[in-house]
């Protein structure tokens, strides 16, 4: 199966613990996005990148979350000092091409906070 | 702000039934929407994409209806089964380089 793809796929840690998590996306794929998803809402858009390039975050992104993606290939997410509130599902998606086009998701990370 | 939504959080169909999902969207400004289904555990599954200029897009089973006039979209699942039972979300592009917007998703329930 060479769709994306995201490790762990659980992760329970102690509140103020630093975690991160990593996505593989599709190989062709330009566009790598990540999306944050609690129970009984649509995924929520965290940030995305172009190549190696950060393109944008969200507004509602705290300081304490950060991606990187050095080589255009895989990316990192890592979250500081959690929170219960960032209890969530982390997806990872990617495209290929220049917008408009479908994003195909990998399974995500699910982060329990205690 | 503007957003995308849906007019029913929750739907049971018989199987072998047809199913319509709504979902209404505010931003005026969107011209390109996907379709997603995602079961327990699992990442969104894309299902079918429609753009602006066209109202109507079929697939193995699904329909997509876009109503620009009043914002509105549908997804159509012909003989419903129960595989295709999950949460199904909407999504809009408004361009580009925006990134793609998720409504809250419903879920629907196949009755065997």
């Known amino acids: 199966d060479t769709g994306v793809s995201q490790d762990p796929r659980h992760k329970i840690t102690k509140r103020g613990q630093n975690v991160t998590f990593r996505c593989d996306p599709i190989?062709?794929?330009?566009?790598l996005y990540w999306y944050r998803q609690t129970l009984g809402q649509g995924p929520e858009f965290l940030t995305y990148f172009q190549n190696e390039a950060q393109l944008e975050k969200s507004r509602l992104l705290s300081d304490r979350f950060s991606a990187e993606r050095p080589k255009g290939s895989f990316s990192t997410l890592e979250i500081q000092r959690t929170e219960q509130g960032d209890s969530a599902m982390y997806l990872c998606?990617?495209?290929f091409g220049q917008g408009y086009e479908k994003l195909f998701f990998g399974s995500g990370t699910q982060l329990s906070v205690l | 702000g503007e957003s995308v939504g849906l007019h029913l959080p929750t739907l049971s169909v018989q199987e072998g039934d047809n199913s319509i999902i709504n979902c209404a969207y505010s931003?005026?400004?969107?011209?390109?929407f996907i379709w997603y289904k995602q079961e327990s555990g699992k990442g969104p599954q894309f299902i079918i994409d429609?753009?602006?200029?066209?109202d109507k897009r079929q697939g193995q089973r699904v329909t997509v209806l876009l109503n620009k006039t009043v914002k509105h979209l549908s997804l159509q699942i012909a003989a419903t089964q129960p595989g295709d039972s999950a949460v199904y979300f909407c999504a809009e592009f408004s361009s580009g380089n925006t990134p793609l917007v998720f409504g809250k998703g419903t879920r629907l329930s196949v009755i065997a």
């Open positions: 931003n005026s400004a969107s011209d390109y």
């Open positions: 998606a990617s495209s």
């Open positions: 429609i753009r602006s200029n066209m």
């Open positions: 190989s062709e794929h330009n566009r």
